[in-house]
């Protein structure tokens, strides 16, 4: 009897590890299905080495949109602007249509996504663009009590030209619930990983801030992970209930400037981040 309680523990388990991916979408290669990087590896400071993020190695271009499933016009030629001045491109809802990925192929970057949820049949989360592939991977999901729908985050370690790794969480909150239990459990489970690290951090996305209860949350728990807030002078974030969604938090690193940039091709406008090592 004890054996067969483990041993449906261990499907359950098994089965679970197995659910939670991230796709890799790169220009002439298969699509991948990427499983969560050996978290022993972050902690043991044992991740393997890989190509650069940079070519050059003192700065650093970010990108972050939430790009709302890609619903409204001129989508392609913000998201073309933004790919061609940033290192990495942060992207939030970003759905898996045919025109995005063929898009992204075509831009020559590695693209890792976490399917959240699909509406109706393409997926749709976070999605993070590179230059090369990441060392360390880790898709992170989390429904909403509400809806039941998952918002999902995603975790990418990138080796740098100075020989040390770049940290870069990729997150879309959770937003409808009566409480902040699930947005507390979602930001702890991401601090799980960046305490294990060792190096510069970048955490960007939607972080749903929108009640003063979050925004003390989010603002708790980055001084605990020792992260600082990137200011925008001309500050046009998208704002609900009088508080910013968007934010990027870093560790590590200087920021050198920091816009935003207007657009009606989303309910989000664009951050751009530019850093230096």
Same mark, same amino acid.
């Given at each position: ?7 449906? /523990?261990?499907?359950?388990? /098994?089965?679970?590890?197995? /659910? ?10 298969? *699509? !991948?299905?990427?499983?969560? =990087?050996?978290? &022993? ?9 890989? !190509? ?32 061609? !001045? ?56 989390? /429904? !909403? ?10 975790? =990418? ?7 040390? &790794?770049?940290?870069?969480? #990729? ?6 619930s009566l409480g902040v239990d ?6 702890? #489970? ?17 972080? #749903? ?5 979050r925004l003390r949350i989010l603002? $708790?728990?980055?001084?605990?992970? &020792?992260?600082r807030e990137v200011h925008f002078?001309?500050?046009? $974030? ?22 935003? *940039? ?16």
């Amino acid at each position: 009897m004890i054996r067969s309680s483990y041993l449906i /523990k261990s499907w359950v388990k /098994k089965d679970h590890a197995q /659910k939670n991916y991230a796709m890799r979408y790169v220009a002439g290669q298969p *699509v !991948e299905r990427i499983f969560p =990087t050996s978290q &022993q590896l972050l902690e043991d400071a044992l991740l393997p080495h890989g !190509e650069p993020l940079l070519a050059n190695d003192r700065k650093l271009s970010v990108a972050i949109w939430n790009i709302y499933k890609q619903q409204r016009p001129s989508w392609q030629n913000v998201l073309a602007s933004l790919i061609e !001045e940033s290192d990495l491109v942060l992207l939030q809802e970003a759905q898996t249509t045919p025109a995005l990925l063929k898009f992204i192929t075509t831009s020559g970057l590695i693209a890792d996504q976490v399917p959240a949820f699909a509406i109706p049949q393409h997926p749709s989360g976070v999605m993070t663009l590179a230059s090369s592939s990441p060392v360390y991977c880790c898709p992170l999901r989390e /429904k !909403e009590p509400i809806f039941r729908l998952a918002k999902s985050s995603l975790i =990418t370690i990138y080796p740098l030209p100075d020989e040390r &790794q770049l940290m870069v969480i #990729n997150v879309h909150a959770i937003n409808f619930s009566l409480g902040v239990d699930g947005y507390n459990r979602q930001l702890n #489970n991401i601090g799980i990983h960046i305490s294990l690290h060792n190096g510069p951090v970048i955490f960007a996305g939607d972080f #749903n801030a929108w009640s003063r209860q979050r925004l003390r949350i989010l603002e $708790r728990f980055a001084r605990r992970m &020792q992260l600082r807030e990137v200011h925008f002078n001309d500050d046009h $974030r998208t704002i609900v209930f009088g508080k910013p969604l968007d934010f990027v938090f870093y560790r590590e690193l200087n920021v050198s400037r920091a816009t935003v *940039v207007m657009t009606g091709a989303s309910d989000h406008n664009p951050l751009i981040v530019n850093f230096s090592l």
